[in-house]
T-cell receptor
Framework: DAGVTQSPTHLIKTRGQHVTLRCSPISGHKSVSWYQQVLGQGPQFIFQYYEKEERGRGNFPDRFSARQFPNYSSELNVNALLLGDSALYLC???????????FGPGTRLTVL | GEDVEQSLFLSVREGDSSVINCTYTDSSSTYLYWYKQEPGAGLQLLTYIFSNMDMKQDQRLTVLLNKKDKHLSLRIADTQTGDSAIYFCAESTPSNTGKLIFGQGTTLQVKP
């Protein structure tokens, strides 16, 4: 079975632009979580979605939004990009009744 | 509050045992996890332990949990050069949001 997939792999944007990152969960997984990992730090929780509903939100501004589609894939949107948004964005999927979260390879976002 | 702390760096010789330590502050944590991250990659789930357990062993990996001291450790037996990576400790919160709180990661260097 394929693992969690994310696209694109790398992305370069300029300040003020908007970005959309995509995630496809492992087949059968209905929960998707998004994390931001700044260089040299551990991942920080942004959102979790289950059955297209937001189940949890971390301490991120409203510029960050996400949604989940009927096939359980997900998009993370970031508006009005700042230099500090440069990071590795990780997506994780899980069965709703299981505790393991499996991560994708991430999207490396650079904001210039 | 929610905080997870790890030492930043550990160096061992190939064939030795490695012990990576982690402390956490949230006594209501339900599960504690160890993830491995190789350069430029996402996070690989190594193992996890339920908070009412003291120990879990999985092949070369042994997890010890001291709930009283809020201390978690990961022991890797017979450490190999392929074990060189960053290791993250994480805790889950009981709020059922799927949020994992990560430490800043311990870089393990294995010398031949």
């Amino acid at each position: 079975d394929a693992g969690v997939t994310q696209s694109p792999t790398h992305l370069i944007k300029t300040r003020g632009q908007h970005v959309t990152l995509r995630c496809s969960p492992i087949s059968g997984h209905k929960s998707v979580s998004w994390y931001q990992q700044v260089l040299g730090q551990g991942p920080q929780f942004i959102f979790q979605y289950y059955e297209k509903e937001e189940r949890g939100r971390g301490n991120f501004p409203d510029r960050f939004s996400a949604r989940q589609f009927p096939n359980y894939s997900s998009e993370l949107n970031v508006n009005a990009l700042l230099l500090g948004d440069s990071a590795l964005y990780l997506c994780a999927s899980s069965f709703p009744e299981r505790v393991e979260q499996f991560f994708g390879p991430g999207t490396r976002l650079t904001v210039l | 509050g929610e905080d997870v702390e790890q030492s930043l760096f550990l160096s061992v010789r190939e064939g030795d045992s490695s012990v990576i330590n982690c402390t956490y502050t949230d006594s209501s944590s339900t599960y504690l996890y160890w993830y491995k991250q190789e350069p430029g990659a996402g996070l690989q789930l190594l193992t996890y332990i339920f908070s009412n357990m003291d120990m879990k062993q999985d092949q070369r990996l042994t997890v010890l949990l001291n709930k009283k001291d809020k201390h978690l450790s990961l022991r890797i037996a017979d450490t190999q050069t392929g074990d060189s990576a960053i290791y993250f400790c994480a805790e889950s919160t009981p709020s059922n949001t799927g949020k994992l709180i990560f430490g800043q990661g311990t870089t393990l260097q294995v010398k031949p």
